[in-house]
């Protein structure tokens, strides 16, 4: 057989032998410099991209967390001015900003106040049974609809107010019906109360309350509406965040006329009945300038009448603890007369306080002396409707100081007043409120003992008795309310300066919040000093953007440390 025939058959496959190094193919140096340049810029591409990933990353994480916060001066000197130049008409550059502020928060990109400067309790005050982690809050206006509650709550304010929201749905009146004047850091506008009705602002309440519950495991039907309500998530049942309240604020349908007066109080009632469930706070509005003839209904006798209504109403609302009310009252009815008259009419009717200030038909001179305005903004001085900037500060301010000194000099004839007056409240009872003519004099006195001593000698001795040696009583009471118990393990945390004891009373302190020209810190302090419990602030926000709100109570902390 020939030998390769001999291979095929024994299936031998021949070796192939390996070379050597010295044998093996020869491979030119310039390509394999070649290669290794390959190599070296894959790697060094590689690192690159990481770098550049690792750097882009937390750039987006800073500016994320630069842009979402509200001490960011992006907000006011940006944000602001770009809303204005993109939108010349007032009110459209407001609806877009909160669609944007509405549609960020979806997304967990709103801005909100960063940590919790709140935490140290040195701003605190005692609101209606509550303890507010700090004393400014927002006006009504810059949330008609109740739309972005909970994103404003998130800026920082212990307060917030919706509205005004009127039984039916309503235009208001025809535009243009808000104007800016820049130079000024004011506005002037004649809404007329726009409004998308108690039903539809309701529904949208009900709404966050059953989210809540949803995510605090409670269920999202009825039940689990009912137990946040009642207190059983551990939260005031409007505003939903501890610490803190929620105001919704009412006022009549413009069809509705001022002269007949049932038809005022159905209007009132009817929104009492919608939404009171949802707040903590019910602010009865008779003092916007837009409405014809609403002013009128700030005369003792419709007055009283109108917030008997409301305040019967609101005992009735199915929510074991009630709101509180309050009555919203013009800055231009500021004489002694009329003053006097209306805190007889929240004397007579139960109500539990007065929010001093609204904008006003004057038109306050905000110039200095040689000092020209624009042509443009001096012909919007002509302008129908409320005027609102810093130059209202000072009116306010004046306000607050008359009503806190009418309101704690009481009714002019004292009505018999039981131990335990039945007032509406937003915390739970504790079925023994002490009198806040003890209040008073402690609050003026150097010594708890002789201060108990003094009141006892003016008061009932079922009274004296309040306190007990297992009860100290308090050292300040400034901010105490119809339904706030006493604080007897720390005074208030924003004592004012000056304060003013208030005279024996037939029944529990007033209190008052204030709106109007309030732009800093400062400001904010001479308000609570005057007697006022909250400090609200609308336009302040509309030039200075989303952080102005933590930048006042920046300033509050720096005014504190300087009087320290």
């Known amino acids: 057989m020939h030998p390769a025939v001999r291979m095929r058959a024994l299936r031998i496959r021949p070796s192939v032998p390996r070379l050597r190094p010295s044998q093996r193919p020869f491979v030119h140096p310039t390509r394999q410099a070649s290669t290794a340049a390959t190599d070296a810029r894959s790697a060094a591409t590689r690192t690159k991209n990481f770098v550049y990933g690792t750097a882009l990353t937390l750039a987006l994480s800073f500016g994320y967390l630069y842009v979402t916060d509200t001490r960011s001066s992006i907000h006011e000197w940006l944000v602001v001015p770009a809303l204005r130049q993109v939108y010349p008409d007032a009110e459209d550059a407001h609806h877009a900003g909160t669609k944007i ?51 404003v709550f998130e800026l920082g304010a212990g307060l917030v107010e919706v509205g005004a929201i009127t039984p039916l749905a309503q235009e208001g009146n ?24 108690a039903e539809t602002v309701a529904m949208r309440l009900r709404h966050r309350v059953r989210q809540f519950a949803y995510h605090a495991g409670l269920g999202i039907d009825e039940e689990a509406e009912r137990k946040v309500l009642d207190g059983e998530a551990g939260v005031p049942p409007g505003s ?17 006329s001022e002269q007949d007066i049932e038809a005022v109080k159905r209007d009132y ?66 004489s002694e007369e009329q003053v006097s008259g209306i805190c ?11 929010i001093v200030g609204n904008t006003t038909k004057k038109r306050p001179d905000p110039l200095p002396k040689g000092y020209l305005l624009p042509q443009d903004e001096a012909n919007l001085l002509l302008e129908q409707g409320g005027y609102s900037g810093p130059q209202m500060f000072e009116r306010t301010l004046s306000l607050v100081r008359k009503y806190r000194k ?55 001795p079922a009274s004296v008795e309040l306190h007990s040696e297992a009860s100290p009583p308090p050292t300040n009471v400034d901010d105490l309310s119809a339904s706030a118990p006493i604080a007897t393990s720390k005074p208030a945390a924003v004592p004012p300066r000056n304060p003013a004891p208030a005279p024996v009373t037939a029944g529990p302190r007033k209190v008052i919040f204030a709106t109007g020209g309030i732009t800093n810190g400062r ?27 933590s930048r006042i109570k920046e300033e509050m902390r720096e005014e504190a440390n300087k009087n320290r």
Request: glycine residues 8%; hydrophobic residues 40%; neutral net charge.
């Open 101 to 151: 502020v509405k549609a960020l928060h979806s997304f967990g990109l709103n801005p909100r106040e960063r940590g919790d400067p709140d935490a140290a309790g040195d701003l605190a005050v005692e609101v209606f049974g509550h303890t507010l982690v700090n004393p400014i809050g927002t006006s009504a206006g810059m949330d008609k609809g109740a739309d972005i509650v909970t994103p």
């Open 174 to 197: 025809p535009k243009p019906r808000v104007f800016r004047l820049p130079s000024q850091n004011a506005l002037i506008n004649r809404y007329g109360f726009n409004s998308e009705g």
């Open 240 to 256: 939903l965040v501890p610490g803190r309240l929620l105001a919704v604020q009412i006022a009549k349908n413009k069809t509705t």
């Open 269 to 334: 009632t009817a929104c009492v009945n919608k939404l009171a469930k949802y707040a903590d706070i019910i602010v009865v509005n008779v003092s916007s300038p837009n409405t014809p003839g609403l002013r009128a209904l700030q005369n003792v006798e419709p007055l009283t009448q109108l917030l008997n209504s409301v305040v019967q109403a609101a005992k009735k609302v199915d929510r074991k603890t009630k709101p509180a009310i309050m009555v919203k009252v013009s800055p231009d009815e500021d």
């Open 344 to 354: 007889e009419a929240v004397w007579d009717s139960g109500v539990d306080g007065v």
């Open 406 to 460: 009418a309101l704690d000099d009481g009714p002019k004839q004292l009505p018999p007043s039981p131990s335990k007056p039945d007032v509406p409240s937003v915390g739970p009872s504790t079925g023994d409120e002490p009198d806040s003519s003890i209040v008073a004099k402690l609050q003026a006195s150097k010594s708890p003992s002789e201060a108990i001593d003094s009141a006892a000698s003016k008061l009932p």
């Open 523 to 549: 400001q904010a302090r001479e308000i609570l000093d005057a007697g006022a419990s909250v400090a609200q602030v609308y336009t302040a926000i509309i030039y200075g953007g989303v952080g102005t709100i």
